[in-house]
Structures are given as structure tokens and as C-alpha cells.
């Protein structure tokens, strides 16, 4: 069965340093979304992109994060410099069309640990 | 932003006892979804919802669209240990834009003792 794939599993950074965040998703999927989660709390929206565009991002989503399409099989996220807290679990989603409008599979995520 | 307010936080139950937790939000919802999440996981999808009224079924897993879309229910029948887990409701609320943002519950921790 397709299913979302993220790279790395666990990323441990220092403070102020750049991270991407690689995701493959389910490859016949069209929408494409990052949710982070810190350690005991809920899943929170970050982004969601369509046709190589931003099409919403939440009020976490700033300056410091962007995300990128490089070719057709990658969905990266991006954070600038990161702070401390930006510690999270980092999940990217797909969904196919809006046939399924809402139905969004998971990855495993990425555990982000910034020091 | 959107509220979802999921309970019970946590439940403590023993192997073949049936379990329920229920989502509510404060403004109307037109699609629910279950997820669980294990350990160091992603959130695995159980059940999609769309309609008002609507109760989909997912081998042991039922799940209701509340009549209000308002609240949804999610009934496990038989628990088994491999039920453990973390189960999450999440939603999208009729004011949404087209990004379809999903809203998430704080989830509820289910431990089923053998």
C-alpha cells in the first residue's frame, strides 16, 4: 500500500541553524501539508500546498519556515534558524483530490531536537 | 483558530470491554476524521465522515457525525491490547478556506490492560 515517506527520522540541530525536512508523498496525491506537534500535544496545522503554491499557512508558519516542491517527488520543509522551540515531531500529509476532500495520510515523521 | 474539545484525556480499560470518546467544536464541522497514533508514529487515518448523521464502520471501529456537526463519537467494540494508543479526532470547519487545514483534538490516551 502507498504510503508517506519522511526523511530523516530524527534530526538534532544547534540553535540558529538551518533544517530541511524531506517528504515524499503518496505519489499520486495533489495536496500536500506540514503539521508539527510538540512532545505531548496536539497536532497542529503548519501548511498546506497545491499546483506548486502556498494555498493556506497557519499563524506557526513564519518568516523562518518555507517549503518547496523541488522536483516531482519531494515536499521539503524548510526552517531558517531554528529556537529552541521548534523541538517537535514534524509530520507531513498528502491527500489525492478533492474527491476524498479531507481523507489526509500521514507520515512518520521527523523528531526535531534543537539544542 | 478553531477549538476541538476531545474526551476523556485518557481511559483505562481491560481487554473485551467496549470504549467511547467524543469529540465536540464550537462551530460546525463538515468532515470529521479518527486517527490513532502509536508511539514515535504518524497518525494513521480509521475513519472519514461527511455527512451530518453519518455512522461508518471500520471493522471493531464505529464512528458518528453528530446530527448538530457539532461532535462526532468514536466506539471501539472488544478492545484488544493492540487497541493502545493515542486516537485523535480532527476536523475541518465549513468556514475553512480551500487549503484544508485540519483541526485536531488533544487526544485521548487508550490503555487496555490483558
Known amino acids: 500500500e502507498p504510503e508517506v515517506t519522511q526523511t530523516p527520522s530524527h534530526q538534532v540541530t544547534q540553535m540558529g541553524q538551518e533544517v530541511i525536512l524531506r517528504c515524499v508523498p503518496i505519489s499520486n496525491h495533489l495536496y500536500f501539508y506540514w503539521y508539527r506537534q510538540i512532545l505531548g500535544q496536539k497536532v497542529e496545522f503548519l501548511v498546506s500546498f497545491y499546483n506548486n503554491e502556498i494555498s493556506e499557512k497557519s499563524e506557526i508558519f513564519d518568516d523562518q519556515f518555507s517549503v518547496e516542491r523541488p522536483d516531482g517527488s519531494n515536499f521539503t520543509l524548510k526552517i531558517r534558524s531554528t529556537k529552541l522551540e521548534d523541538s517537535a515531531m514534524y509530520f507531513c500529509?498528502?491527500?489525492?483530490?478533492?474527491?476524498?476532500?479531507?481523507?489526509?495520510?500521514f507520515g512518520p515523521g521527523t523528531r526535531l531536537t534543537v539544542l | 483558530g478553531q477549538q476541538l474539545n476531545q474526551s476523556p484525556q485518557s481511559m483505562f480499560i481491560q481487554e473485551g470491554e467496549d470504549v467511547s470518546m467524543n469529540c465536540t467544536s464550537s462551530?460546525?464541522?463538515?468532515?470529521w476524521l479518527w486517527y490513532k497514533q502509536d508511539p514515535g508514529e504518524g497518525p494513521v487515518l480509521l475513519i472519514a465522515?461527511?455527512?451530518?448523521?453519518e455512522l461508518t464502520s471500520n471493522g471493531r471501529l464505529t464512528a458518528q457525525f453528530g446530527t448538530t456537526r457539532k461532535d462526532s463519537f468514536l466506539n471501539i467494540s472488544a478492545s484488544i491490547p493492540s487497541d493502545v494508543g493515542i486516537y485523535f479526532c480532527a476536523g475541518r470547519s465549513l468556514g475553512e478556506t480551500s487549503g484544508s487545514r485540519l483541526t485536531f483534538g488533544e487526544g485521548t490516551q487508550l490503555t487496555v490492560n490483558p
Open positions: 462551530s460546525i464541522f463538515n468532515t
Open positions: 465522515l461527511y455527512k451530518a448523521g
Open positions: 500529509a498528502s491527500r489525492f483530490r478533492t474527491s476524498t476532500p479531507n481523507e489526509q495520510f
